[in-house]
């Protein structure tokens, strides 16, 4: 299950440092502005999805693309994030 979020990951890596014409996630690596406007509503939709009860998966999934990308895109690398939850286990 995880090795399809490290596929996403290095996708992303792929993408960003060999770029393929016409790929919509390299246009997101590429925007920054785009990267985060998708974010924000893929998030908002998912929230709307869950009130709703409808389409809870799909917008989940949306929201880990976009949100990875989102990462990739500003250089926040997901070692440096899960090494941050790993330091807040208590």
């Known amino acids: 299950m995880l090795k399809i979020l490290e596929d996403l990951f290095l996708l992303a890596r792929e993408r960003k440092n060999n770029p393929i014409s016409g790929s919509y996630t390299n246009k997101l690596l590429a925007d920054k502005s785009l990267s985060k406007s998708k974010v924000l509503e ?23 693309y976009h949100l990875i ?17 790993d330091n807040r286990k208590k």
């Open 42 to 64: 893929e998030i908002n939709e998912l929230i709307d999805a869950v009130e709703e009860d409808s389409n809870k998966i799909h917008e989940a999934a949306d929201v880990f």
């Open 69 to 85: 990308m989102y990462l990739e895109a500003n250089n926040i690398k997901i070692e440096d994030v899960m090494s941050e939850l």
